[in-house]
DNA sequence: CAGCCAGTCTGCATCTATGC
DNA sequence: GCATAGATGCAGACTGGCTG
């Protein structure tokens, strides 16, 4: 670990992730736990961007989401970002790696991953009727329910205009797929309000919202909610790189403003060959 | 309290990319 | 070619919070 923490070794975060809520079994035994199931990809956003027309990009500019129009790693790495989960201390709101030090979950450091707007205003993600009333038949005039997140995106590829139904459509598949991703196959309807402030989004403090998204889905051990961009990003862009070998991939992710626009799948594979201990365990950089 | 509903969880499945 | 992992889908069971 290289910056922004303090040198504390701190193992007392052995708590076995408790999963099955839903039955509230846990089955004994199972050293080889399942892996978690997330709905977290940015994959198909990249997709999307790489299509988009300067006027949709600028559209999403517009409401401060410029940085995610150009995401260079198109995958996750699902095991760092379970492991992350699994190593939270939900009180300190810090990662604790077991002998290395800690990592703050915050605005700030979402802010350098992700380059998401800070702003004042608290992004409204809750349920309202009215709103979800309104927005939906411009939205979607020839459904009756949400659409699952790819029909979604499905729709939003189609798109050649750049207006205030684009924009709605690029935020809403934001949210549930990168931003704030639940176990749902649907975007939550949570996000109708966000929608109906449509000039106001540059104003949200989007990294508050992502930071308190992760505190609560990791308090409540959900381990596989959350902007898992954020935390895999997060983690390898704090390591010290000075010992991983580049060549292979041509050369370190370069010197950048936020990690999100650095980054490729390849260097962040090559940085978490290195820092792996175990299948399951990172923390060696 | 009963019913509703959004969200969670599991098993099973398909497709693709990548590495051995 | 085969195994593995990531992304995505569907059906069905379940839970917790809200509301009448």
């Excluded at 956003?45 to 150009?70: I, P, R, S, Y």
């Excluded at 106001?200 to 919202?209: A, D, E, H, T, Y």
Aim: aromatic residues 8%.
């Amino acid at each position: 670990m290289a910056h922004g923490d303090h040198q504390i070794d701190d193992d007392d975060f052995m708590n076995p992730p408790q999963r099955n809520r839903a039955t509230g079994q846990r089955k004994e035994g199972d050293e080889k736990k399942k892996r978690i199931r997330n709905r977290a990809s940015q994959e198909r956003l990249t997709v999307l961007t790489d299509k988009f027309t300067n006027d949709q990009k600028g559209a999403a500019a517009e409401m401060g989401m410029q940085a995610l129009m150009d995401v260079r790693c198109m995958n996750l790495v699902n095991p760092v970002c379970d492991w992350l989960g699994e190593i939270y201390h939900p009180a300190s709101r810090e990662f604790v790696i077991p002998g290395r030090g800690r990592l703050p979950l915050n605005e700030k450091s979402v802010f350098c991953t992700l380059g998401v707007p800070r702003g004042h205003i608290k992004v409204p993600y809750e349920l309202n009727n009215e709103k979800e009333e309104v927005l939906f038949p411009c939205l979607f005039p020839s459904l009756e329910s949400m659409p699952n997140t790819s029909a979604l995106a499905d729709s939003l590829q189609a798109m050649t205009t750049h207006g205030d139904v684009f924009k709605m459509k690029l935020l809403m598949h934001l949210i549930s797929a990168v931003f704030a991703p639940t176990t749902s196959l649907r975007p939550s309807n949570k996000c109708f309000p966000i929608l109906a402030d449509l000039k106001n989004v540059k104003n949200m403090n989007w990294c508050k919202f992502l930071a308190d998204f992760l505190h609560n889905a990791f308090s409540s051990k959900m381990y596989q909610k959350g902007c898992r961009l954020h935390l895999m990003l997060m983690y390898v862009d704090c390591l010290d790189l000075s010992t991983v070998d580049f060549t292979r991939i041509g050369g370190p992710p370069p010197t950048h403003k936020f990690a999100v626009s650095a980054w490729t799948i390849n260097a962040v594979k090559a940085v978490l060959a290195a820092d792996r201990v175990t299948d399951a365990k990172y923390g060696k950089l």
